[in-house]
């Protein structure tokens, strides 16, 4: 069904995502005095963690920085109970933000926008949902997050299994009954990793399908105590403060110490400490480990060993040792008792390098060896991340150009935020920013904070339309790539760099110079007088109507 202008609904914003970055967005806004429907797919807030809510699911970022700073109130009611929070402890974080700031009254949940296209003429985006209804609305946020389409393997025969498929990123609300079963894990990322650790020491029989080994460092989590709360919430201030200097957006500190800077035992001794300590401390001793390669080749040496001192049997720890491209050139896991988990008798390892999965089966999966019988399979196997939830429908921006022709080589904006020829179109953590390199509190609340600022230049200039100039977003585009060129990260098959969708272009999209010089970038626009933005103004009739 089409619409008229007069059976659209106007709002001055729609708002797209109920994750953390959608829900800041909703009281920014709201408290900058636009009217905004924010749309949600999900049935309440909380975007991945909605979704993800599988056996043992939980952050691996700090509590301290997985959490906002933009409201005293928030911080100061909310105390996180563990250093690193389970998932439904960040779920009932997103419920207690949405309740204590009142942001539900702005969601339409259950609801998916189907397509978005730009009126030129009218200076609005006119916006499908999938309940049938047409929004007409002079901005739009995209807060649709980087990992939030989630991908199924391309293996023959998925939809043939007949026992339990069950996705990680789509866990049903009603726990599934594992007792006892024989279940096959898919995928051994971050999702994967916690759900080994989780199941393998229940009362089941646990066969893990791994292709490519990943790189975990334990994560050590322990309760947070009173005396660290009273800590942390004096000192709430101050650290927000320090996360916004900080490479990673958080609270970790990082060195500058470049690794062969220091003598060779202390450098044991850093990486021993780390290790014990726990969490990604490791990744913050030596200031180089992505740009050098020897210096990475004897972290990843240090990591390797390590796993050859968990595991009992030696030859099973060497199919577990990851190889053939650097540490922390994929994601970095934390674990708690991974390679432990293989110390149990449960637990069954499947090197699909030695022996690859050939189909899905009635059954089961088949490798090249055998049927290796199942009465549940989990899907840990990614996402169609940075780009797929944004091209999951159609955005159509000035002249009829759709988004997934201006990205068909790979996605190029302003800082992941703003793009030319998408007019009053924005990101937040966006492909071209920081992303899932750095802290996303963090990214979302400066992404959100730049979009409000430049909302409220055309306010006070009486603009209509604002988007990047040409130049701006090339130059940016420029300095993302020229500091790839540099990076070890480009050296491994990750979803960092696109190459675990067939056909997506490969490459690294993300700017990874750090949270702090992404900031510095986005304020030297305002700092400018948003020299690198083009504005045009309001056509008469709609600001007359307003
Ligand atoms: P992922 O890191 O992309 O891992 C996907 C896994 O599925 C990989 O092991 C991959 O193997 C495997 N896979 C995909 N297709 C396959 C196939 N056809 N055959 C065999 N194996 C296949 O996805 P994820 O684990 O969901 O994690 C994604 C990101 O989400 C993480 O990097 C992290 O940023 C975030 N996350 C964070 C947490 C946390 O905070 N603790 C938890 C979960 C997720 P290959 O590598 O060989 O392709």
Redesign the pocket.
């Known amino acids: 069904m089409d619409h008229t202008s007069a059976q659209a609904e106007r709002v001055d914003m729609v708002i797209v995502g109920a994750g953390f970055g959608g829900m800041y967005a909703t009281w920014k806004f709201r408290e900058m005095g636009l009217s905004i429907v924010s749309i949600e797919e999900g049935k309440d807030v909380g975007g991945?963690w909605y979704w993800?809510r599988y056996p043992g699911?939980?952050?691996?970022?700090l509590s301290v920085d997985y959490s906002y700073g933009f409201s005293e109130e928030v911080q100061q009611e909310w105390t996180w109970s563990e250093q690193?929070a389970a998932q439904p402890e960040i779920l009932a974080y997103a419920n207690f933000v949405a309740d204590r700031l009142d942001l539900r009254k702005h969601y339409r949940f259950e609801t998916r926008v189907e397509s978005a296209k730009w009126d030129d003429k009218r200076q609005l985006w006119r916006v499908r949902t999938s309940d049938g209804k047409l929004l007409e609305a002079t901005y739009c946020v995209m807060s649709t997050g980087?990992?939030s389409k989630?991908?199924d393997?391309?293996?023959p025969g998925l939809s043939r299994f007949k026992g339990l498929t069950l996705r990680?990123?789509r866990w049903p609300h009603e726990e599934p009954d594992l007792k006892g079963k024989r279940i096959g894990v898919?995928?051994?990322?971050?999702?994967?990793?916690?759900i080994i650790q989780t199941l393998g020491r229940t009362e089941c029989e646990l066969f893990v399908?791994?292709?490519?080994p990943?790189f975990t460092l334990p994560m050590r989590n322990r309760k947070v105590s009173d005396r660290d709360v009273a800590e942390l919430k004096a000192n709430y201030a101050s650290i927000r403060a320090a996360c916004k200097m900080n490479p990673t957006g958080g609270a970790r500190p990082v060195s500058t110490r470049p690794f062969f800077s220091i003598p060779a035992d202390h450098r044991q001794e850093l990486m021993e400490q780390a290790w014990q300590h726990g969490g990604h401390t490791f990744l913050g001793i030596f200031s180089d480990l992505m740009v050098n390669q020897a210096a990475n080749d004897q972290v990843a040496d240090f990591v390797r060993d390590r796993i050859h001192d968990t595991v009992n049997d030696k030859a099973l720890a060497e199919k577990l040792k990851p190889r053939g491209y650097p540490i922390f050139a994929?994601?970095p896991?934390?674990d708690t008792g991974y390679y432990e988990t293989y110390n149990r008798e449960n637990v069954h390892l499947v090197d699909?390098l030695e022996d690859p999965?050939v189909e899905i089966t009635e059954n089961g999966i088949r490798t090249q060896s055998g049927e290796h019988e199942l009465d549940v399979l989990i899907?840990?196997?990614?996402?169609d991340?940075l780009t797929g939830a944004l091209l999951a429908f159609e955005i159509t921006g000035k002249d009829g150009v759709a988004l997934k022709d201006k990205w068909e080589g790979g996605p190029r904006s302003l800082f992941g935020i703003m793009m030319a020829g998408f007019p009053n179109l924005f990101m937040t953590t966006g492909p071209n920013g920081p992303a899932?390199l750095a802290n996303i509190f963090t990214i979302s609340e400066n992404d959100v904070d730049f979009i409000a600022g430049v909302i409220a230049q055309m306010q006070a200039q009486g603009q209509g339309a604002v988007e990047p100039s040409l130049a701006a977003e090339d130059a940016w585009m420029a300095q993302i790539q020229t500091l790839a060129s540099r990076s070890l990260m480009l050296k491994a098959?990750?979803?960092?760099t696109g190459?675990?969708v067939k056909g997506k272009p490969q490459g690294m999209s993300m700017f990874t110079g750090g949270f702090h010089k992404y900031r510095e970038a986005c304020e030297s626009v305002s700092a400018n007088g948003y020299r690198d933005l083009v504005f045009e103004p309001a056509p008469a009739l709609e600001t007359a109507a307003r």
């Open positions: 991945v993800n699911a939980r952050c691996d970022l690193f980087p990992l989630p991908t393997p391309d293996i990680a990123a898919l995928g051994t990322g971050s999702s994967g990793m916690q399908f791994q292709r490519t990943s994929r994601r896991c934390l699909c999965i899907l840990a196997t990614g996402y991340a899932a098959k990750t979803w960092w190459s675990n």
